[in-house]
């Protein structure tokens, strides 16, 4: 990180922390193993989710799946002023029980954990032919205002998940001070999305989200065919030939693979970000790649908003341990928002400034 005050509040703060400090996994060098433990294992225990569709300015649809708790109590887990923890899963929609987990933790907590799904994902209706991009976040930044509104009184958080973070970090370049957030994480970030497109992953983990996305996809064939080519959608070899058919080689509005990664890659406007961002990766993380050449390292250093976290074995959001909890990334992100809150009230105090109504 650049150093600066806030870097130094937030060393010390997860230096204290314990779960830097937690069990060791047994298998340390085995990330593809720790990948899928993470990926396979259930949230303990299952959550109760209520879904919220909100529509958007162009009539279409994003669900919000509220975590109410494993006790099918209706409502929030937290009070009117109780931080908002936004969850966006990885660009697949694949909820993950890494993802339940954190929320669960976060709910417990005190937080207000809600997951953020895009069109046509996690059985959200598709009431238009088209999808979000990788990189666009004017649906997100629609269901960000409308959580405002909601709890205007709160503080907005939010976590993404593995590719997932190409929508939260767009969408902070993209917004620069008026994001509206108060902090942001990302758990094994994938910074540069056309050269991870373009490099492949391991079939291990590029299969499986093929065929999650296909599935989607078969249900909203008839409506998609207007726009794209649904027999070679459906057909696509690679994560990257699924990404060009849907949204290049459109009938109403082809473009190349070159002009749709300029309006898409997620740190095209990472300058203009205003607001926190810790990143957690692994060295060994066979999804994103080697560190030297998937890391902006140069980000970090120049930015005074970038923190990031490496750390030797961890796999593609994994981060094993023993114990309760299972991955201590989840402690390591809430221990930061708690640090996040401790460090603005102090400068509140040290200004004078009065808080916001």
């Known amino acids: 990180c650049k150093p600066s005050a806030l870097a130094q509040h937030l060393v010390r703060s997860l230096g204290r922390s314990a779960a830097l400090r937690g069990g060791r996994w047994p298998w340390p060098c085995w990330p593809r193993l720790q990948m899928l433990w993470q990926l396979l294992q259930p949230p303990e225990p299952e959550p109760v989710v209520a879904r919220e569709l909100l ?28 931080p908002v923890l936004l969850l966006i899963p990885n660009a697949a929609g694949k909820v993950t029980g890494g993802l339940l987990q954190l929320g669960l933790r976060a709910l417990e907590r005190g937080f207000i954990p809600v997951i953020f799904n895009r069109r046509g994902h996690n059985g959200c209706p598709l009431t238009t032919p088209r999808l979000q991009p990788f990189g666009d976040p004017g649906d997100l930044r629609e269901a960000v205002t409308y959580l405002r509104c909601r709890h205007p009184c709160a503080s907005l958080l939010a976590v993404s998940e593995g590719s997932g973070s190409g929508l939260l970090l767009a969408y902070l370049g993209e917004s620069g001070s008026s994001s509206r957030l108060a902090a942001a994480a990302c758990l094994s970030p994938i910074f540069r999305g056309r050269d991870w497109f373009e490099a492949r992953m391991p079939w291990l983990y590029e299969w499986p989200l093929l065929l999650h996305l296909k599935q989607g996809l078969s249900r909203y064939a008839g409506a998609l065919a207007e726009g794209v080519d649904t027999d070679r959608l459906l057909g696509s070899r690679s994560l990257r030939e699924l990404e060009e058919t849907l949204f290049c080689r459109t009938r109403s509005r082809p473009t190349s693979w070159e002009s749709y990664w300029e309006r898409n890659e997620p740190l095209r406007d990472a300058d203009e970000a205003a607001v926190p961002v810790l990143c957690l990766c692994s060295a060994d993380d066979p999804v994103r790649g080697p560190p030297a050449r998937s890391l902006p390292r140069e980000l970090f250093r120049s930015s005074p908003y970038f923190f990031l976290l490496l750390t030797p074995h961890g796999g593609h959001c994994g981060f094993p341990r023993r114990g309760p909890g299972r991955c201590w990334a989840h402690e390591a992100v809430l221990e930061y928002f708690r640090a996040m809150a401790e460090f603005l009230r102090t400068e509140e105090r040290r200004k004078g400034l009065p808080r916001p109504r």
């Open 55 to 82: 529509q958007l300015s162009d009539a279409g649809l994003v669900a919000l799946d509220w975590l109410v708790g494993p006790w099918g109590a209706a409502g929030g887990g937290g009070g009117v002023s109780s």
